[in-house]
């Protein structure tokens, strides 16, 4: 266990108990909250859920400390280049659709993609660097 780990501990604890005396305070004000004249089941909720979260903070604190002392898991089995693992395969993507002049020149519809995407092609040759403006 690194040094860095137990410097940080005291503040996690401190932090645990104060979360967890502080749920349980809005708790027990709940639970005087719905045993007042104007109390509601609403109130009764609340004051059974404030304690739930106080144990939560407990739990998650332990947890945290289990899973940060846990060793580091065997890497025997992970391979030697990470470039394998973020390859993408080249069938793994759907073939791009592409409409061609000549495809139907009656078409409305590509006629009019394939001029608009001409425009855009111009357009684009003839902007020019605005970053440094």
Do not use: H
């Amino acid at each position: 266990m690194s040094g860095n780990r137990k410097q940080r501990r005291p503040a996690l604890i401190l932090f645990v108990a104060v979360g967890a005396v502080g749920c349980l305070a809005l708790g027990w004000w709940q639970w005087t909250r719905f045993e007042a004249v104007g109390g509601t089941g609403q109130n009764l909720g609340y004051a059974f859920q404030w304690p739930l979260f106080a144990a939560f903070l407990v739990y998650a604190y332990r947890r945290f400390v289990q899973l940060e002392d846990a060793e580091p898991a065997d890497t025997a089995d992970v391979p030697d280049t990470p470039a394998e693992l973020r390859e993408i395969p080249a069938d793994i993507l759907p073939a791009r659709p592409s409409i061609a002049e000549d495809d139907d020149p009656d078409d409305l519809e590509s006629l009019q993609i394939s001029q608009y995407n001409q425009y855009l092609a111009e357009l684009s040759a003839r902007e020019t660097d605005r970053s440094t403006t």
